[in-house]
């Protein structure tokens, strides 16, 4: 259970995260610097303390320094801006910055991004910006994309509650022409969500996946076993064939979840992100957002 903060703790963090920084108070007050970080955020405090120059932050300004602006990046390393275009030219990433978004651009991503049909990934090739571009573009100028990605006809609908327990969300996606997803979701809402007896897993699944599991992508095994990404985990934990510890989260990560766990769903902050529902929520709960 995630321990809250006090009082005390508070006043501590008021008192020395500007100079000392998320180790210090941490150590200060027994909690994370995650933790300290997110909490800060939250109260609008900003560490003003001088730092070096880490790994971390080089190659996070190498990533980003081409589709974000100097104010975005200085929030998330915490430094001035200044301090980020002194760097940045040491990192000879002065010459590199792309133009504004011109007009057209602005266009396509208006009459596009509502669209679900149009993937970020599509959109980015589309308009010749990153994923994280888009996203942080279409926030500055409120755009939103619709939380589901198929309008139900009153047919499709009977279809649907007709099926559900008898048929696998794959078989009736197939016969509707829609994504499992969509599928899975609509059931959801409807309040009719039973569990699907899971597809036994034969002795020739169970041996492929010894032999693959951490050798290949886990979404490809999925893929070559007709199974969810989830299904092929979990059976091989069972099997003890564990790939490690989570991903960890980066910086442009939590910022993004931290900007937008209000705003969206967590389904769509885990497309966006590319992780699980569980994690974001994990995330969340951990870090009181």
């Known amino acids: ?59 996070y300004l190498l ?25 940045a030219k040491k990192l000879g990433l002065t010459e590199k910055r792309p133009a504004n978004w011109s007009d057209e651009e602005i266009n396509l991503l208006k009459s596009c991004y509502h669209d679900r049909k149009i993937s970020l990934h599509e959109l980015s090739q589309k308009i010749g910006r990153t994923r994280y571009s888009i996203l942080l573009k279409a926030q500055t100028l409120g755009l939103s994309r619709p939380l589901h990605d198929h309008d139900w006809t009153k047919e499709e609908r009977q279809y649907v509650k007709k099926y559900y ?8 996606a197939g016969k509707l022409g829609v994504s499992i997803s969509a599928v899975s979701h609509y059931v959801n ?67 993004y979840l931290m900007n937008n766990h209000k705003k969206i769903s967590i389904e769509e902050i885990g497309k966006n992100l590319n992780r699980t529902v569980k994690a974001i929520s994990s995330y969340i709960r951990k870090y009181k957002l």
Do not use: C, F
Not at 65 to 86: E, F, G, Q
Not at 165 to 172: D, M
Not at 211 to 216: P, T, V
């Open 63 to 87: 990533r980003h320094y081409n589709d974000r602006s100097n104010a975005a990046i200085a929030r998330t390393l915490k430094r001035t801006i200044p301090s980020i275009l002194v760097h």
């Open 1 to 59: 259970m995630t321990k809250l903060w006090t009082e005390e703790e508070i006043k501590i963090l008021k008192a020395h995260y500007s100079k000392r920084g998320s180790v210090y108070v941490g150590e200060k007050i027994n909690r994370a610097p995650d933790s300290v970080i997110a909490k800060a955020i939250q109260l609008g405090i900003r560490s003003k303390r001088l730092k070096k120059w880490v790994t971390w932050e080089d190659n």
């Open 189 to 255: 809402r409807l309040g009719i969500l039973k569990r699907q007896p899971g597809k036994k897993w034969t002795e020739e699944d169970k041996e492929y996946l010894r032999q693959n599991y951490k050798n290949i992508p886990t979404k490809e095994i999925a893929l070559k076993l007709n199974r969810g990404y989830d299904n092929v985990v979990n059976y091989a934990g069972l099997l003890g064939l564990s790939s490690g510890p989570s991903k960890p989260w980066t910086v442009e990560e939590k910022e």
């Open 165 to 172: 327990n008898k048929k696998t969300y794959r078989e009736i």
